[in-house]
């Protein structure tokens, strides 16, 4: 091998070239050149196998042509090939061994010189084997073993290089499909991905949509605050989708789901050898939403260490990303999500107050499900339609007592909580209807008593005291109101306020005539009954 100086720096090359991000046509020719330098052949030609045939994909030397280069042949016809897959072994072969065994792999396409002399080479690598390398010599001089192990090590980088290959390839094919997915989703869902925004009962809800749209409009942080799954990253999407971003990427990163090691690289990317592993230069998140919007979820998570760079990424719009003194430009909208107090936070010397200040500038604050119960007739409809998007389950409603039950549940894990209770009650329930025995929600103390729920009665709490005592009718009429809006206005038939009061409709009607309950505000007197 001294006659071979390259020899050192194409095996290291190779070895690279496993764990790098060239394409298998670079990668097989590369290691034909490489072989070209350490033995003699006048015919190299790389096999690759599929479904029990060998097909050819490269060829060097001076006997590679068209017809070898489109050459394939049935693997169980060549037993000295096959042998040399199943044993994993390179093999020399002399012209006595295609006399006993299998023929000549070329046969009808090259007219080699009787006894020439031939090598085969197994590409296996982990569990798979990709296929053969064959060196063929006109001459009659058969390979010596040092060579034959030389080039067995050689096939096995090979392979390795194209089990890389075909993982990338794979790991590629599925990033596609998962956006093309998200995509698909996001059409069928169409202009009503917002949600129930603007269309909300609760006036906390439409005042805050109002001012979601207002800032939208700006470039402006904003800081978007609530409970978990009151739809924190759906106001953030509303509002790129409303904002002149629209038409660029919108960029979402966890803080809480990467590990704290991997964040800097993930928020402002890396340089090839910044770390163990870094193969090559890799954009961070803040380049990818360049020209878009960029949302922060679980902010509160950010290690301390890592704030002081965001603040200035966001106050410069410039970085630096890991392993690198050049400085990036991008132009990102930033948005922030957090369930937690971060008040607290900065308190505890856990979050930059600095930045604090710089994200929420226009703070948003997403109400809990339990403060907005209203909703809940509307937000059903909209949950249990996109729903049906997703699984075909079309026309599934909640009835009256369904919606009596669901009012009366505090829901700690707000709408994605709803939203599971709905998909569950439909995978249960037999026709489209869901009823009160169809959601298994917990009853516990959560549960309020609502007539006729089955829940159990508790002790109200005492009232404050030195409160002012409400009167009865003042209690009552904010009952009545209550369950109005629950039903939407409607007093008759099944589901209407009456049978949920547990009275006449006549005499609610006159109830409400004494309490001065006219109509409901926000409903066209929709009685349907
Ligand atoms: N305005 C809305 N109208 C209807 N459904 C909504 C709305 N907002 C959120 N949802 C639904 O509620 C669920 C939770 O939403 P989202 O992930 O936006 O909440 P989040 O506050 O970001 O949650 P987390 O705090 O866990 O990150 C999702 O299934 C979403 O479809």
């Known amino acids: 091998m001294g006659r071979h100086p390259e020899v050192t720096q194409d095996a290291r090359e190779l070895v690279e070239l496993a764990t790098t991000e060239e394409g298998v046509g670079e990668l097989l020719r590369r290691g034909l050149d490489w072989v070209s330098r350490v033995v003699p052949f006048d015919l190299a030609t790389l096999f690759l196998l599929k479904e029990g045939r060998l097909e050819a994909v490269a ?27 199943e044993t994993r ?23 080699l010189p009787a006894g020439h002399s031939c090598m085969v080479v197994p590409l296996c690598a982990g569990e798979r084997c990709y296929g053969v390398l064959t060196l063929d010599r006109a001459q009659c001089e058969t390979y010596a073993q040092p060579v034959v192990d030389l080039v067995e090590v050689y096939g096995q980088m090979l392979a390795t290089a194209l089990q890389g290959a075909e993982q990338r390839a794979t790991a590629e094919r599925l990033h596609r499909q998962d956006h093309e997915h998200a995509k698909l989703l996001e059409s069928q ?17 439409r005042d805050l949509s109002r001012r979601a749209r207002q800032v939208a409009e700006t470039d402006t942080p904003v800081l978007i605050t609530g409970e978990t ?27 809480a789901a990467i590990p704290a090691g991997l964040l800097e690289s993930e928020l402002f990317g890396h340089v090839k050898g910044a770390f163990t592993g870094a193969n090559r230069d890799r954009a961070g998140r803040f380049q990818m939403a360049h020209g878009g919007t960029l949302l922060l979820d679980e902010i509160g998570e950010l290690p301390v260490e890592l704030q002081a760079k965001l603040l200035r990424a966001l106050q410069e719009k410039a970085f630096e990303p890991v392993g690198s ?22 308190a505890q010397k856990r979050f930059r107050e600095d930045l604090f200040y710089r994200l929420s500038v226009f703070p948003l604050r997403l109400p809990p499900l339990r403060e907005r119960r209203e909703d809940l007739p509307q937000l059903t409809v909209f949950l249990l339609e996109e729903q049906a998007k997703r699984t075909g389950r079309r026309g599934m409603r909640v009835s009256a007592s369904g919606l009596t039950r669901l009012a009366s549940y505090d829901w700690p894990g707000n709408l994605r909580e709803l939203a599971n209770a709905l998909e569950r009650a439909t995978i249960l329930t037999r026709g489209q209807e869901l009823t009160a025995q169809s959601f298994d929600l917990p009853n516990g103390e959560r549960a309020r008593e609502v007539p006729g729920s089955g829940a159990v009665e508790e002790t109200p709490a005492p009232l404050p005291a030195g409160a002012k005592v409400p009167t009865l009718a003042a209690v009552q009429r904010e009952h009545i109101l209550r369950v109005l809006t629950l039903t939407r206005g409607r007093v008759y038939g099944e589901g209407g306020a009456a049978a949920l009061l547990g009275l006449k409709p006549s005499t609610l009607q006159s109830r409400m005539k004494k309490l001065g309950i006219e109509r409901l505000e926000g409903f066209t007197a929709a009685e349907d009954a």
């Open 189 to 205: 869902l169409g202009g009503d991905s917002e949600g129930i925004l603007e269309t909300s009962l609760s006036p906390v809800m």
């Open 325 to 346: 003194d050049k400085t990036v430009r991008a132009d990102v909208r930033i948005l922030a999500a957090t369930h937690v107090d971060l008040h607290q936070a900065i």
């Open 59 to 85: 060829a060097r030397g001076p006997l590679a042509n068209q017809a070898v280069r489109k050459h394939s042949l049935q693997l169980a016809d060549f037993p000295s090939l096959k042998q040399a897959l």
């Open 229 to 255: 799954g009151t739809g924190k990253e759906r106001l953030a999407r509303a509002i790129h989708r409303w904002s002149a971003r629209a038409d660029q990427p919108f960029v979402s990163l966890n803080c």
């Open 89 to 111: 072994r390179a093999r020399a072969f002399t012209e006595e061994d295609h006399s006993h065994g299998d023929g000549d792999p070329f046969d009808g396409v090259l007219d």
